[in-house]
T-cell receptor, first 111, second 114 residues
């Protein structure tokens, strides 16, 4: 099955700085890579996703990049704000199958 | 409703009792997933339903765990003879496989076995 690794497990940045979270996957058949943000006491919320036919996708301050050859993808958050503090999960899947999640990154944005 | 709904939001049960957790997916979503999240941990896959296909039960940790999905909509996760190690947040998600595979999660059920 698929194996997704996520780094770092914790990340602290100053407000206004950028944050980068990286994930690797093992199954070359994986073709869909979502990122979720989970705030305390809530379910994960989809914030951005990318499919294998695209190398980069951006939505305001959030961007995701995908390198299929190297089997890794990354989340980039620019101009971080305190409300970005949360746990972020990456995931990988193939159409019609379950999602395999990384172990999460706890992001703290220091005002 | 607009999103995935789970009930109850919190459940405290005595060790050895059975519990049922309910998930109402987004209307029209054909795929439904159950995950378990222990305190401060990642998401552990439990079971996946897709349309009328046989469910993928490969993540169920023991035969005390079972799930069903009636009429392709509501799903119930049942844990029999609960143990303290079953204490966790149980998360349900749904997706519409026809238009992409974005999965949306409910708020979870926090299960505490005492």
């Amino acid at each position: 099955g698929e194996n997704v690794e996520q780094h770092p497990s914790t990340l602290s940045v100053q407000e206004g700085d950028s944050a980068v979270i990286k994930c690797t996957y093992s199954d070359s058949a994986s073709n869909y890579f979502p990122w979720y943000k989970q705030e305390l006491g809530k379910g994960p919320q989809l914030i951005i996703d990318i499919r294998s036919n695209v190398g980069e996708k951006k939505d305001q301050r959030i961007a995701v990049t995908l390198n299929k050859t190297a089997k890794h993808f990354s989340l980039h958050i620019t101009e971080t704000q305190p409300e970005d503090s949360a746990v972020y999960f990456c995931a990988a899947s193939t159409t019609g199958n379950q999602f395999y999640f990384g172990t999460g990154t706890s992001l703290t944005v220091i005002p | 409703g607009a999103g995935v709904s789970q009930s109850p939001s919190n459940k405290v049960t005595e060790k050895g009792k059975d519990v049922e957790l309910r998930c109402d997916p987004i209307s029209g979503h054909t795929a439904l997933y159950w995950y378990r999240q222990s305190l401060g941990q990642g998401l552990e896959f439990l079971i996946y339903f897709q349309g009328n296909s046989a469910p993928d039960k490969s993540g169920l940790p023991s035969d005390r765990f079972s799930a069903e999905r009636t009429g392709g909509s509501v799903s119930t996760l049942t844990i029999q003879r609960t143990q303290q190690e079953d204490s966790a947040v149980y998360l349900c998600a749904s997706s519409f496989q026809g238009q992409g595979t974005e999965a949306f999660f409910g708020q979870g059920t926090r299960l505490t076995v005492v």
